[in-house]
């Protein structure tokens, strides 16, 4: 099983879409969110989105901000991320089977991309 995303450079005020995929998962039944985890700092929890897409969720840094969706289809997810901020600069991971339900967002997952970097220059 492996996560893959993709991430780059940004500058303040701009926007990047974080892309996330799975091999040998049935992508499509599973919440999948992303997490980052900034130089120095523990990782946090950022947005998911539930297995049929009807529920997401967003931490307050980033709400108004990102959108997180998902296209099945392609078996993919992804974190659209505007107005950034230097702040949001960190490696992102994304993450699939966790609790994404109204309101709450789980810390943990069984399964982990390998994280990318977003550097959000000032």
């Known amino acids: 099983v492996q996560l893959q995303a993709w991430g780059r450079l940004g500058a303040a005020g701009g926007s990047l879409r974080l892309s996330c995929t799975a091999s040998?998962?049935?992508?499509?039944?599973?919440?999948v969110g992303w997490f980052r985890q900034a130089p120095g700092k523990e990782r946090e929890k950022v947005s998911c989105v539930s297995p049929n897409g009807g529920n997401t969720y967003y931490e307050d840094p980033v709400k108004g901000r990102f959108t997180i969706s998902r296209d099945d289809a392609k078996n993919m997810v992804y974190l659209q991320m505007n107005s950034l901020r230097p702040e949001d600069t960190a490696v992102y991971y994304c993450?699939?089977?966790?609790?994404?339900?109204?309101?709450?967002?789980?810390?943990?997952?069984?399964?982990w991309g390998q994280g990318t970097l977003v550097t959000v220059s000032s």
């Open positions: 040998d998962l049935d992508f499509d039944r599973l919440a």
């Open positions: 993450a699939a089977d966790l609790v994404c339900v109204l309101g709450v967002m789980g810390q943990g997952s069984d399964y």
